[in-house]
């Protein structure tokens, strides 16, 4: 069973049918153990917008913009958890969860035995600086504590981590399927982190999340 790490941009969240176009869009994908983490799209913005205004120190910002996922997380397991269409979901909400998860994935007997199903991660549960500090490595490259590291670097890091077999980062605006992994950070649609992540074992797709109807 292939391994799936999508990222759902924080825009996407304040989109009027997301779960309709999230269920449409999963139905074509093939087969897999999919993990979903959230974006924060605007409140994450306000943030930015503050240390623009009133700079604070760069790691202490990032790893409160970390915890404020929970937000993001929370909101759209509701979502999740509501809607009779998701019959398979898991949510992974703290530490000990991410724990289980992580070693059911690190086991590929378990991951072949495995039938498909959604799972939707709390960022800070598994990305936090114990974290980072333990799983360092050249296939897992520590990214920056700044504004240059968003959910998409983080959707990275994950796979990385997990030894996922693709990466899909889904946006509310336009990609051109074109573009390489450095077209898509020059141009702004994913952060300059993921520049770590160039030449990486697994697959990576950035695209818009299409409408269901």
Known sequence: ?????????????????????????????????????????????????????????????????????????????????????????????????????ATIIATSKSISQSTPKLYLGNVPAFYHRDSVAQHTSDRVPRLPETWDTTTDAIAFWMAARLNADECVVLKSCDVDPASSLADLIDGGVVDPACSRFAGCDFRIVVERLPLAS
């Open 1 to 101: 069973m292939r391994l799936r790490v999508i990222k759902i941009g924080g825009s996407l969240l304040v989109r009027d049918h997301l779960m309709a176009d999230l269920r449409v869009w999963l139905d074509r994908q093939p087969p897999a153990i999919t993990l979903a983490i959230a974006g924060g799209g605007e409140m994450i913005n306000a943030v930015r917008q503050w240390d623009r205004l009133r700079p604070g120190d760069p790691a202490n910002v990032h790893w409160r913009c970390v915890e404020m996922l929970r937000f993001s997380f929370e909101s759209l397991a509701e979502s999740f958890q509501s809607d009779s269409h998701f019959p398979d979901f898991e949510t992974i909400a703290d530490v000990a969860a991410w724990h289980r998860f």
